[in-house]
């Protein structure tokens, strides 16, 4: 069974950077798009980028684009996301999502990390 584990969540100040890590166990991770979502107190589940298997394409929203760079290490079955310029409203848990490109239907969860930005 496919298992992610974030990691790299915390507290730092606005205008800060974290590097959050997904690593992937159980399967290789290239046969997976792997996505980083978030979740706000009293706010529903954002897709904030993801990184395709195949060709490496990415995809940002637009509330994090030009801040955040998502990268994939497959040797290390890691995935990374880079958030730099942190703003208070960037604070939510971050979740892992590992979309099996052979199954649509199958896709897997990390249980997140928490990252808050003070102002």
């Not at 997904?22 to 980083?36: F, N």
Request: glycine content about 10%.
């Amino acid at each position: 069974e496919v298992q992610l584990v974030e990691s790299g969540g915390g507290l730092v100040q606005a205008g800060g950077s974290l590097r959050l890590s997904c690593v992937v166990s159980g399967d290789t991770v290239d046969d997976y798009t792997i996505g980083w979502f978030r979740q706000a107190p009293g706010k529903e589940h954002e897709g904030v980028s993801c990184i395709d298997s195949s060709d490496g394409s990415t995809y940002y929203s637009d509330s994090v684009k030009g801040r955040f760079t998502i990268s994939r290490d497959n040797v290390k079955m890691t995935v990374y996301l880079q958030m730099n310029s942190l703003k208070p409203e960037d604070t939510a848990v971050y979740y892992c999502n590992a979309d099996d490109i052979r199954s649509p239907d199958i896709n897997y969860w990390g249980k997140g990390t928490l990252v808050t930005v003070s102002s």
